[in-house]
Structure formats: C-alpha cells, structure tokens
C-alpha cells in the first residue's frame, strides 16, 4: 500500500473519530453548560441579585436545551427573583410557564414567602381558566402536552463544526509534517 492512500485512509478514520466524538458529546456538553448556568443564577438568587439572576436564568431558557428536571429548576428561581423584585406580571408568566412544564409544582410553604405562596396562587387560578379556555376552543388536545421545542441558536452548531473542521486541519498538518519525499517523488511516513 503506497504511503499517499496510506495518509488518505488514517485521516479519513480521524475525521470520522471526530465527528462521532461531537455527535456524541454535543448533547453532554450542552446539558453541562445548561446546569452551570442555572446553578450561577442560583447562585445569584441566593446572593439577593436579583437582576442577574433574571438574566442568567432567562438567558439559559431561552438558549439552552434543558431537560424538564432542570426547565423546572430555573423556571422556579426565576419566578421567584422577579418575585423579590416585585414584577408581578414576569413572575405570573414564568410560573404559567413552569406550569406547562409541570402541573404538580407547588410553592413549599416552609420555605416559600407567603407573599409568593399567594402569587403563585392567583397564577394558578389564571393557567386553569386558560387551559379551559383553550380544551373549549379544541386548542389544546391534552392538557399535559410538552411545551414547544424551542428554535435554537445555530451558534452551537457551527462551533462544534469548527472545532471539528480544526481538529482535521491539525491532523492533516502532523500527517503532513511527518511525510518526507524521496528522490523518486515517494512519500514517507516516519512514525
């Protein structure tokens, strides 16, 4: 086998690694980048800011592919930071939100304000008259029905095809580095 198609097929089977490892790792990488996020805006809440908080939160849901366990998670801070801020409405949508997500969330009264124990309440009261609404109308075929996938930013795409794109372009250059030609105009690969 001639040292040309010997190159050709190690660099074919690399690229091919690399793109199966960014298959596989996309949906990891996303879910960890998701879960930091949602601990910094936790993390925010706790430190009573409350504006960041809004941000990094709103930020994730809007941007990043969650799971329900952590859709849920962000969504409750967030209500609850808009809450301390005393924006009523936000905080209604964002429990309204977390509702679609999950009908059984409920405040904890331990640990939960009063103040947003009754909110919650009223939020409540609105997405059941609107899930009403909306089964009367024939809008709706199931109450539980898993809110829409949200359109992605395809920055995320592109990076890891660059990354991909960059890890070829490196091999080909160590492949390339490593070939010498003979006097006849034959490569060789020294290991």
């Not at 960014?22 to 993390?43: V, W, Y």
């Not at 969330?105 to 939960?112: E, F, L, T, V």
């Not at 490593?178 to 290991?191: A, L, P, Q, T």
Request: proline content about 3%.
């Amino acid at each position: 086998m001639d040292a040309t198609r010997l190159v050709g097929i190690l660099l074919q089977r690399t690229i091919r690694l690399c793109l199966l490892f960014f298959i596989i790792a996309s949906p990891i990488l996303s879910q960890e980048t998701g879960n930091a996020k949602i601990e910094k805006g936790i993390e925010m809440y706790r430190n009573l800011d409350y504006d960041n908080a809004i941000k990094i939160l709103g930020d994730c849901l809007t941007n990043d592919k969650l799971d329900t366990t952590q859709q849920r998670l962000a969504h409750t801070y967030l209500a609850q930071a808009y809450h301390r801020k005393e924006l009523k409405d936000p905080a209604k949508k964002i429990i309204k939100h977390l509702l679609d997500i999950d009908q059984s969330y409920r405040p904890d009264a331990n640990r939960d304000r009063p103040s947003y124990i009754e909110l919650f309440n009223e939020a409540l009261a609105e997405w059941q008259s609107e899930v009403a609404a909306q089964q009367q109308a024939g809008q709706m075929s199931k109450i539980q029905a898993e809110p829409e996938p949200r359109k992605k930013n395809s920055a995320k795409k592109w990076l890891l095809i660059g990354a991909g794109a960059a890890a070829g372009v490196t091999v080909v250059a160590v492949l390339a580095n490593r070939c010498d030609h003979d006097e006849k105009g034959s490569m060789n690969i020294s290991w």
